[in-house]
């Protein structure tokens, strides 16, 4: 079955830290860059860090220095450590891929991340 199952996520105060998983099946994982995208209330999804199938990784500018992407080929799972987390940060965190006009993976159903005191 081709899906993506994301967990991890929880409620943090600021300057906590989490760690993202993101559980790939149904495609060949390894060859693939992967992306980490969030979507806040009221606000369009945006991509907030990238790894290529190399390991060779990007980020947003607003978590540059904060997040760390990775990815475990043999357990077909992308990882987002996020340090020094920021109310700002709060949203519905996804993971997925391009894939010509449409998207590797069906959307997972993502996983919240909460930043509050």
């Known amino acids: 079955q081709v899906q993506l199952v994301e967990s991890g996520g929880g409620l943090v105060q600021p300057g906590g830290s989490l760690r993202l998983s993101c559980a790939a099946s149904g495609r060949i994982f390894s060859i693939y860059a992967m992306n980490w995208y969030r979507q806040a209330p009221g606000k369009q999804r945006e991509l907030v860090a990238s790894i290529s199938s190399g390991g060779a990784t990007n980020y947003a500018d607003a978590v540059k220095g904060r997040f760390t992407i990775s990815r475990d080929n043999a357990k077909n799972t992308l990882y987002l450590q996020m340090n020094s987390l920021k109310p700002e940060d709060t949203a519905v965190y996804y993971c997925?891929?391009?894939?010509?006009?449409?998207?590797?993976?069906?959307w997972g159903q993502g996983t919240q991340v909460t930043v509050s005191s």
């Open positions: 997925n891929t391009p894939y010509g006009t449409n998207w590797l993976y069906p």
